[in-house]
């Protein structure tokens, strides 16, 4: 598979903004996806980006530079239920996804 | 509504015992896919299927089978020859766009007693 690297554990305060970054190898590259996944559930599809920039939905943007390999989730405006396991997934052929080990976000009141 | 299946949630296996695991769609999806995750790694890929009848394997099918018969359905087997199968087993499916990304199954969390 592809090598994704993304940080293992992150904590922030409810209210703040929080940056999960990812990097991959460039190689046979055909898109970049985050998924959120709660404890003991089925990831569920953040955002995909294909092009280099910053794409927004409402409080999570997701960002991407495809000659640097990198990738960041954004999560704003923190909310308890944001507490999840944020996983990076690389695309690449036949719409297969190589995914990164996810990076445990603890919300803190 | 439509959604992906998966069955059952929790399952026990005994040593030296085959088990399937069930997937299935009503999304009309092409694509299914088989992935394992473990605690600290990310989702592996066991077995993919891009067309009924056909499939390849992913980056850890040794131990598994699969089969794909009806566009509905992916079944995976664990077979005795997989060694160390406790873990949580995801499927998926995509249309194709991948704007969109995949569906997920709610998961099997098999456990070797």
């Known amino acids: 598979g592809q090598n994704i690297d993304q940080p293992t554990e992150m904590t922030a305060t409810e209210g703040a903004i929080v940056q999960i970054n990812c990097t991959y190898q460039?190689?046979?590259?055909?898109?970049l996806f985050w998924y959120q996944q709660h404890a003991g559930e089925a990831p569920t599809f953040l955002s995909y980006?294909?092009?280099?920039g910053l794409e927004e939905k409402g409080r999570f943007s997701s960002f991407l530079s495809r000659s640097k390999g990198y990738s960041y989730l954004l999560l704003k405006e923190l909310q308890m239920k944001d507490s999840a396991s944020y996983l990076c997934?690389?695309?690449?052929?036949?719409?297969?996804?190589?995914f990164g080990a996810g990076t445990t976000v603890t919300v803190r009141a | 509504d439509g959604g992906i299946t998966q069955s059952p949630k929790y399952l026990f296996r005994k040593e030296g015992q085959n088990v399937t695991l069930s997937c299935e769609q009503n999304?009309?999806?092409?694509?299914m896919y088989w992935y394992r995750q473990d605690p600290g790694q990310g989702l592996r890929l066991i077995y993919y299927?891009?067309?009924?009848?056909?499939?390849q394997k992913g980056d850890i099918a040794e131990g598994y089978s699969v089969s794909r018969e009806k566009k509905e359905s992916f079944p995976l087997t664990v077979t005795s020859a997989q060694k160390n199968p406790t873990a949580f087993y995801l499927c998926?499916?995509?249309?194709?766009?991948?704007?969109?990304?995949?569906?997920f199954g709610s998961g099997t969390r098999l456990t070797v007693v």
């Open positions: 460039t190689s046979g590259f055909n898109g």
């Open positions: 299927s891009q067309i009924v009848n056909d499939f």
């Open positions: 998926a499916s995509t249309l194709g766009d991948q704007r969109r990304g995949y569906t």
């Open positions: 999304l009309n999806h092409d694509a």
């Open positions: 997934a690389h695309s690449v052929a036949d719409y297969k996804l190589s």
């Open positions: 980006n294909v092009l280099d």
